[in-house]
């Protein structure tokens, strides 16, 4: 058990690292300190972009602030290699997925389609490991009654002896039935490093928060969009939000063993999440939609697969 808990402690010390190695988004200000924004989107603009910003009051406010924006690549001719190093986060993650969306938004011609098939790619690359821990989360449900059973001699033994057995007795479980209790933590671990990196690039992209898709605008928060003559575009993107989470979330713990104070999870996370996404940029909520019906059809194909192991 020491090994496992040192193997969690050591994932989330590298995302810790790579968090703070890192030239975040930062809010472009005024000489008041105060947050600039675009007067037509409600935008709060970011004052270190990646690529040249094309709309004119975007350039106006850019301008008088005195960012040099000419000293910026276009978008569409972003490289990789554009600009400073930053830190290992903004290098191996957040430039590298500007470019692919970059690319993608100039094959498509609309940057939300290109964040929509960009996360598609990468659940594709990343599904047989996702596939792997939702079997190993599966085996660890049905391993419960041999690991109460257990911990069940060792209740009240503090003692280091005590505690070594019990270590061994878990380990020696874990190996019989090829079970490695970290791996169903692991996909969830590195979906937080994707999700900043797309807010990242929503917001350091100018190309992608100066776009709309279905007259919503993606840079925009729905919060700014209330405030716009297609309101309900943004509440229908909250509905979307809402429905997506709570049934990716009942899916995902369907058959598992949770007592009863994780009935009301689903519920909770919804909420919480829709809140969030008030003042998400739109972009970033399309991804939020995407991403939990790509991880419903997903789940759905993995309880087939092992169906069918089964049989």
């Given at each position: 058990?020491?090994?496992?808990?040192?193997?969690?402690?050591?994932?989330?010390?590298?995302?810790?690292?790579?968090?703070l190695?890192?030239?975040?988004a930062?809010?472009?200000?005024?000489?008041?300190?105060?947050?600039?924004?675009?007067?037509?989107?409600?935008?709060?603009?970011?004052?270190?972009?990646?690529?040249?910003?094309?709309?004119?009051?975007?350039?106006?406010?850019?301008e008088?602030?005195?960012?040099?924006?000419?000293?910026?690549?276009?978008?569409e001719?972003?490289?990789?290699?554009?600009?400073?190093?930053?830190?290992?986060?903004?290098t191996?993650?957040?430039?590298p997925?500007?470019?692919?969306?970059?690319?993608?938004?100039?094959?498509?011609?609309?940057?939300?389609?290109?964040?929509?098939?960009?996360?598609?790619?990468?659940?594709?690359?990343?599904?047989?490991?996702?596939?792997?821990?939702?079997?190993?989360?599966?085996?660890?449900?049905?391993?419960?009654?041999?690991?109460?059973?257990?911990?069940?001699?060792?209740?009240?033994?503090?003692?280091?002896?005590?505690?070594?057995?019990?270590?061994?007795e878990?380990?020696?479980?874990?190996?019989?039935?090829?079970?490695?209790?970290?791996?169903?933590?692991?996909?969830?671990?590195?979906?937080?490093?994707?999700?900043?990196?797309?807010?990242?690039?929503?917001?350091?992209?100018?190309?992608?928060?100066?776009?709309?898709?279905?007259?919503?605008?993606?840079?925009?928060?729905?919060?700014?969009?209330?405030?716009?003559?297609?309101?309900?575009?943004?509440?229908?993107?909250?509905?979307?939000?809402?429905?997506?989470?709570?049934?990716?979330?009942?899916?995902?713990?369907?058959?598992?063993?949770?007592?009863?104070?994780m009935?009301s999870?689903?519920?909770?996370?919804?909420?919480?999440?829709?809140?969030?996404?008030?003042?998400?940029?739109?972009?970033?909520?399309?991804?939020?939609?995407?991403?939990?019906?790509?991880?419903?059809?997903?789940?759905?194909l993995?309880?087939?697969?092992?169906?069918?192991?089964r049989?």
């Amino acid at each position: 058990m020491k090994k496992i808990n040192k193997n969690k402690k050591l994932i989330l010390l590298i995302i810790l690292v790579l968090t703070l190695a890192t030239g975040c988004a930062t809010t472009l200000v005024d000489k008041k300190k105060q947050p600039v924004k675009n007067d037509v989107t409600g935008q709060t603009l970011t004052k270190n972009i990646l690529c040249q910003p094309t709309d004119k009051e975007s350039i106006k406010k850019y301008e008088t602030n005195k960012v040099n924006i000419k000293k910026l690549p276009k978008c569409e001719d972003f490289k990789i290699s554009s600009g400073k190093y930053e830190g290992i986060w903004t290098t191996v993650f957040v430039k590298p997925l500007s470019y692919l969306i970059l690319k993608f938004g100039l094959l498509t011609k609309n940057y939300a389609i290109a964040i929509i098939l960009v996360l598609l790619l990468i659940r594709l690359v990343t599904f047989p490991f996702t596939q792997k821990a939702t079997k190993q989360s599966k085996m660890m449900q049905e391993l419960q009654p041999e690991m109460q059973r257990i911990q069940a001699k060792y209740v009240g033994k503090k003692d280091e002896q005590s505690m070594s057995k019990q270590s061994q007795e878990m380990m020696m479980l874990y190996k019989k039935y090829n079970v490695n209790p970290i791996s169903g933590c692991l996909v969830a671990f590195l979906q937080l490093p994707i999700f900043i990196a797309f807010y990242e690039a929503v917001q350091r992209v100018p190309a992608i928060f100066e776009d709309s898709f279905l007259g919503i605008q993606l840079g925009t928060t729905p919060l700014v969009g209330f405030s716009k003559s297609h309101f309900y575009l943004y509440i229908i993107l909250l509905l979307l939000i809402a429905a997506s989470t709570f049934y990716s979330f009942i899916i995902g713990m369907a058959n598992s063993n949770s007592d009863k104070s994780m009935k009301s999870m689903p519920i909770f996370m919804t909420v919480l999440i829709v809140v969030t996404g008030l003042f998400m940029p739109s972009a970033l909520c399309i991804y939020w939609v995407f991403n939990n019906i790509f991880t419903i059809i997903q789940t759905k194909l993995v309880k087939i697969d092992s169906k069918k192991g089964r049989k």
